[in-house]
C-alpha cells in the first residue's frame, strides 16, 4: 500500500515539476549566441592532424561559418604541480618551432567575429584520477586554475571547457560529487573577472549523472552544459545498437532519457546543449543471418570484437567521413531503425551504427523543440570535411552533417510553435516523470 501512496506522491510531484520545466524552458532566453540565438558548438580533436591521407584535419580545414563555438580538444592535467599542460606541445605551441594550433585556431575569431574559442582539458584518455585528486585539494585547484588562466590569456581563448571523465568513475571517488561543484565554483569565481566562458562536458548516462553530478549547482555554475549524448552502445557491449538513440524516452539508454533527466533535475534549458555524433559504432556479429533475412539492431555481437577505419584506426569507432566512404565502396546494406531514430549498416559479419543527415536533423529538431540552447558536435574533424561522399552536382558538398544542424536550428527556431511547449515532447517528459516515480517507488 505504501508504495503505492509513494507512487501517486512522485507522480504528482514529478508531473508537476516536469510541466514547470517545459513552461520554464520555453521562456526566451538571451544567454545565447549563434544562429537564431542558438549555439553550434564544435569540438576538435586536435591529434586529426596525424591521421593518414585524406584523414588529416588541420586548424585550416575548419569552416568557421559553421560554429557558433570552437573547442580546442584537449589540453591535459600534469599531476606532478597541478598545472594545466600541453599534451601535444609541438601541435599545440609555437616555441621550438611548434605549429601554434592553439594560436591559429583563436586567430580564426579575426575574420569570423561572432565566433567564440574555448579550451578543453581532460577527454577520456586523461581518465578521472588525477583529475580527483586535484579538485580534492584547494591548493591544487588553485594552481590549475591560475595556469589554466595563465594559458586561456596567452593563446586569447576565450573560455575554459572541463572535461573531467568522469567524476566519481574511472578511478574518481565518491567525493568527486561535491569536489565537482568546489571546482566549479573556483573556476567561476577566477574567470569571471575577465569575461571568459565556463562549461563542462557531462556523461549522458542516468547513472553518472547521478553519482557524479549535483545537477542544479552545476546548471547554476556554468554557462552551458554540453551533455554528451553519444557511446550509448558499441562494441563493449553484446549486442548491436545504436550510438546515439534518439528515443524511445521509456528506454533509459536514449538521447530523450538524458535530456529529460537533466532537465527535470535543474539544468535549465536554455543552458542545455545537446551533443551529437558525426561518427558511428561498429560490431562483429556472433552469427550473420542468412542472406535475405530481416535485420535489426539487438542481434548478438562478439563482446571487444569492432572494427576500424583507415584514418581513425580505432577498433570499435568509424568517422562519418570513414564511414560514408566505406559504405559507398563496397557492398553494405544501409537500414533504418525507427525505434532510435538512426540508421545502421550491414555487411556480412559487419555492423555500423551511426548517425546521418535525416538522423542529426531529428535530432536537432528535437533540441529545438524543447527550445535547449543549442547542439555541439563530437566532432569536427569526422564530419566529411572534404565532401567526398557528395552526390554528382552538389554545389555545397563539405560538412553535411554540420550543414544540416546549421539548416535545422534555422527552420527549428523560426517555427512558431518553437517557443511553446511541443506537445508530443510535453508527453514524453512527462512519461518518463511517471517511469521514474515507478522506479523510484518499486525501490520502497
Ligand atoms: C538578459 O536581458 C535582460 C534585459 O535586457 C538583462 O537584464 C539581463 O542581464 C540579460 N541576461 C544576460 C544573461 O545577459
Ligand atoms: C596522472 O598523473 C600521473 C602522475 O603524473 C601520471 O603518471 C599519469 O599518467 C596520469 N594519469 C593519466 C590518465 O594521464
Ligand atoms: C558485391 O556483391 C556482388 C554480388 O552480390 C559481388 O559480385 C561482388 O563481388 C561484391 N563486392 C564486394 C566488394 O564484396
Ligand atoms: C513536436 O515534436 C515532434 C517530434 O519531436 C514533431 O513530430 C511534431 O510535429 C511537433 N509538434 C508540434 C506541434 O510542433
Not at 575577465?194 to 547513472?207: F, K, M, P, R
Amino acid at each position: 500500500m505504501r508504495s503505492y501512496f509513494q507512487f501517486g506522491v512522485n507522480c504528482v510531484t514529478l508531473l508537476s515539476l516536469c510541466f514547470l520545466f517545459q513552461y520554464v524552458g520555453s521562456l526566451p532566453s538571451n544567454m545565447s549566441a549563434g544562429r537564431n540565438g542558438k549555439v553550434v558548438v564544435c569540438y576538435v580533436g586536435t591529434w586529426a592532424t596525424y591521421r593518414p591521407g585524406k584523414g588529416a584535419f588541420n586548424i585550416d580545414s575548419i569552416d568557421p561559418s559553421l560554429c557558433s563555438h570552437l573547442v580546442y580538444s584537449f589540453a591535459g592535467l600534469d599531476a606532478t604541480n597541478w598545472k594545466l599542460k600541453s599534451l601535444d606541445p609541438y601541435n599545440d605551441l609555437e616555441e621550438n618551432f611548434g605549429k601554434g594550433s592553439y594560436k591559429k585556431m583563436t586567430a580564426l575569431k579575426a575574420a569570423n567575429p561572432h565566433l567564440k574559442v574555448t579550451l578543453a582539458v581532460g577527454g577520456w584518455n586523461e581518465g578521472s584520477a588525477n583529475y580527483s585528486e586535484m579538485a580534492a585539494d584547494q591548493k591544487k585547484r588553485s594552481s590549475f586554475i591560475a595556469s589554466a588562466i595563465e594559458t586561456i590569456k596567452k593563446h586569447d581563448f576565450d573560455g575554459f571547457d572541463l572535461d573531467w571523465e568522469f567524476p566519481t568513475k574511472r578511478g574518481g571517488r565518491p567525493e568527486d560529487r561535491e569536489n565537482f561543484i568546489a571546482l566549479l565554483k573556483d573556476l567561476r569565481a577566477a574567470l569571471k573577472p575577465h569575461g571568459y566562458i565556463l562549461t563542462a562536458a557531462i556523461s549522458a548516462g542516468i547513472e553518472t549523472l547521478k553519482s557524479g553530478y549535483k545537477l542544479k549547482e552545476v546548471g547554476d555554475l556554468l554557462d552551458y552544459v554540453h551533455l554528451m549524448c553519444y557511446d550509448y552502445r558499441g562494441s563493449w557491449d553484446s549486442t548491436t545498437g545504436a550510438n546515439s538513440p534518439l528515443g524511445p524516452v521509456t528506454d533509459p539508454l536514449t538521447v530523450k532519457s538524458s535530456v529529460s533527466f537533466v532537465l527535470a533535475n535543474g539544468i535549465p534549458a536554455r543552458k542545455l546543449v545537446l551533443g551529437l555524433p558525426t561518427y558511428g559504432r561498429t560490431f562483429i556479429l556472433e552469427t550473420p543471418p542468412a542472406e535475405g533475412e530481416k535485420r535489426n539492431l539487438g542481434e548478438r555481437s562478439k563482446t571487444g570484437a569492432g572494427f576500424q577505419g583507415p584514418f581513425t584506426r580505432t577498433d570499435g569507432f568509424m568517422g562519418y567521413n570513414e564511414l560514408c566512404l566505406e559504405l559507398k565502396s563496397s557492398n553494405w546494406t544501409v537500414y533504418w531503425d525507427d525505434a532510435s531514430s538512426t540508421p545502421f549498416a550491414v555487411n556480412g559479419d559487419k555492423v555500423i551504427s551511426f548517425d546521418n543527415a535525416k538522423s542529426i536533423q531529428l535530432k536537432t529538431q528535437y533540441a529545438m523543440d524543447q527550445d535547449l540552447a543549442g547542439v555541439l558536435i563530437w566532432s569536427m574533424d569526422t564530419d566529411d570535411f572534404h565532401g567526398d561522399c557528395s552526390r554528382p552536382g552538389d554545389s555545397d558538398p563539405k560538412y553535411p552533417l554540420l550543414k544540416t544542424i546549421n539548416d535545422a536550428i534555422l527552420q527549428g527556431s523560426l517555427s512558431p510553435n518553437n517557443k511553446s511547449p511541443n506537445s508530443s515532447s510535453a508527453i514524453d517528459s512527462c512519461l518518463f516523470a511517471i517511469l521514474t516515480a515507478l522506479l523510484i517507488s518499486l525501490k520502497f
